[in-house]
């Protein structure tokens, strides 16, 4: 039978697989109106263990539903919904670029073709790292650990555990479970809202294809002082070491104190309780060392099918430069470190260039140097005085957040790049933003100098099966 056109499962996505907003209100005995002091507790030791309206498969698939909204379609219908929604922010892309640049656009024309959705090579479970959080779970219990179903802004926050979740794996799955029945034993409670107090927040699961196996748990301090925290990550590593969370065989346990939603490890320190600092994962035929807070692809063997075409694209050849901007652990540069002249990398985290580093000397790698640093701050000043006479190819795979304009105007100015690789996880986000800038014509007002880059090619990576995101790679020459 035929399958349905993907505009037709986009809008079925969207009005059936999104669920609708769950207020706490409506749930039987749930009082919005959060109590404060020794009456909160009472109320909440009286709501531990208590039922609700749902049954606990019907909150676990609402959240399957909110965090991957394709898990109901086949694998097949879910790049059709990919390969439509691209479609659309290419349109998009078309459309600004013709507005900037006063031309009529082509009925159904693209401002560069678009190549089918390249499949992820694992379907299911193929998240190497997850993010869980600690909050108030369907039956009222603060010490739930899962992800979000609901919003702050609505106040209807609802922490559901991830057991129908096909991304996440069940290694994962199992840590997370095994950190709730932890922080369930502790007489502490848990950091819900900063300014309400409680200690234990989220937790962070790293894997390997070695079998190694990271946690990192987050613990607001709030006044205890070094006795009573030391005390508290005793209890934790014996937990995790000799207790019931031994069944985890954690290779790495790290404890991060943070009085901020998110922190660095130079901000606050990852503190080692157990293990070794780092875990290691191979990408064609290289070893990676990966640091608790290193960015690192969430699909491994989809990185690998992604690396593969960047190479490809970048047509790097043996005198040929390669700029890998928001380098992370190096992984994109030290894939195509054997086949160019040189690798330069530029990377925000100072841990990460120190694996990238780790990783160049390990894989007997010469040819690559990494800069710690923001890349507004590096960049501009290594591509002002650029004189090198070989081709220069530049890679950017920043964060949802996009590049900086700085970035952008470095870039542009710099003669030497013909060709540029743009990697999002996010095109309709601000890497559009990006993307215009660097297409646009000059404009002296925004301090956009230099010849602009065209859209030549764009071809999407599914790294995130199940869910309503793809990787995009956006070539673009001048």
Known sequence: MALPHASMLTRRCLRLLTPQPVFLSSLPGWDCRQPTGETAAKRRRRKDGEGCSLPASSWEERLADAATPLWRLSYQEQLQVKYESLMEVLQSLTSHLL???GGVQDPGGLCCPLQPVV????????????????????????????LYVGTGRARNI?????????????KHKQVAQCYEQFIRRSPLGSCILFHEGGHWRELVVRTSQHGHTMAVVTFHPQHLGQEALAAQKALLKE?????????????SLYFQESTMTRCSHEQSPFQLLHGEPHIFEDVLDLTFRISPDAFFQVNTSGAEVLYQAVRELSQAATNTVLLDVCCGTGTIGLSLARHVSKVIGVEIVQKAVEDARWNAAFNGISNCEFHSGKAEAVLPELLSSWEDARPLVAVVNPSRAGIHHRVVRAIRSCRAIRRLLYISCKPEGEAMRNFLELCCPPNPRKKLEGEPFAPTLAVPFDMFPHTAHCELVLLLTR
């Open 99 to 101: 507005e900037l640049r």
């Open 119 to 146: 499949p992820s090579p694992t379907v299911n479970g193929y998240r190497n790292k997850s993010t869980f959080s600690v909050n108030r779970g369907p039956d009222g219990n603060p010490k739930t650990v899962g």
């Open 158 to 170: 609802v922490c559901v555990r991830t057991d129908h979740m096909k991304n996440i794996p069940l």
């Open 239 to 251: 937990f995790f070491t000799c207790g019931p969370g031994a069944a985890c065989a954690l290779t």
